[in-house]
């Protein structure tokens, strides 16, 4: 069984620092598995949910991170906001490690980092007023006094497409749509530098998804924005997406501006999830790539690269060596070693 151990770590990344708004570095979060019998005596294990991934996102972007259900793409997004503890890594923002930092430093922090999450509902109090949860964070940052907070939230609520009625509305009298504005007016009401988008349109119909990315792209440009969005729908991180990040398992396997990653796909993982995205030409058709095997645990990972027990172009090295995070070409970077020197 897996035991927790540190790696050495990849390649650095190579970006713009004046650009740079927030940078993760060998992120690592691995939940430890309660002892139970059948476990009495064993070394401690762990669930490696996330396992040396490092990105980094620049003043008004937007950086998808993509990848299957189970690959920690959501434990990456709540780990950076210390909504639960890394287990190591660095997330530097305004010089800054936010891992490092705890009271009014950290407040400081989430109020430039905010995070929509894919349920609003489960997140709004059914027994308080729009208006009320909206002041919460105000209240909480100490922002104007009760008629300032009150002007405040009725201005947010304009700018996500609601009326001030909906002030004095409970979460119940809305739609799924509605209420995912009011999860984006909550992250907008302290005006945030970041926002952490996990799953923000996939519990919504299709025609309600258009509705909410051109709103965020809006949102953007008007108030100079930065996202990372969290999804497994390839199609929607294309339309919002500069940069992709592609993680499988807990790690990275590749990443590259929107554009690059769908027209030159490197790594078999990234080839494999584009294939089934439709096509939206009539009559063209894009050659499906099934992938063989069940998707391993994260409690006991494969050696060496984490994809090779399901990849049709494994080799011996594969599965004994972790494969380096390098830079093929400008802004396209893969960890495999099909590509390796």
Known sequence: MSTLTLEPKVEPIENDSKDTLLEIKNLKKFFPVKKGLLQFGKEQTFVQAVNDVSFSILKGETYGLVGESGCGKSTTGRTLLKLTEPTAGEAIYNRNDIFKLSGQELRKVRQDIQMVFQDPYSSLNPRKRIGKTLEEPLIIHNIGDAKERTEIVMEV?????????????????????????????????????????????????????????????????????????????????????????????????????????????????????????????????????????????????????????????????????????????????????????
């Open 157 to 341: 609520l304009s700018k996500v497409g609601l009326q001030l009625e909906h002030y004095y509305r409970y979460p119940h009298e809305f739609s799924g749509g509605q209420r995912q504005r009011i999860g984006l007016a909550r992250a907008l009401i302290v005006n945030p530098k970041i926002l952490i988008m996990d799953e923000p349109v996939s519990a919504l119909d299709v025609s309600i998804q258009s509705q909410i990315l051109n709103l965020l792209k809006t949102l953007q440009s008007d108030l100079s924005l930065s996202y990372l969005f969290i999804s497994h729908d390839m199609s929607v991180v294309r339309h919002i997406s500069d940069r992709i990040g592609v993680m499988y398992l807990g790690r990275l396997v590749e990443e590259a501006p929107t554009d690059e990653l769908f027209a030159n796909p490197l790594h078999p993982y990234t080839q494999a999830l584009l294939s089934a995205v439709p096509v939206p030409k009539s009559g063209a058709k894009r050659e499906r790539i099934i992938l063989k095997g069940e998707l391993p645990s994260p409690l006991d990972p494969p050696a060496g690269c984490v994809f090779h027990t399901r990849c049709p172009f494994a080799m011996d090295i594969c599965k004994t060596q972790i494969p380096q995070n390098k830079q093929i070409e400008n802004g396209h970077r893969i960890a495999c070693h099909l590509y390796n020197e």
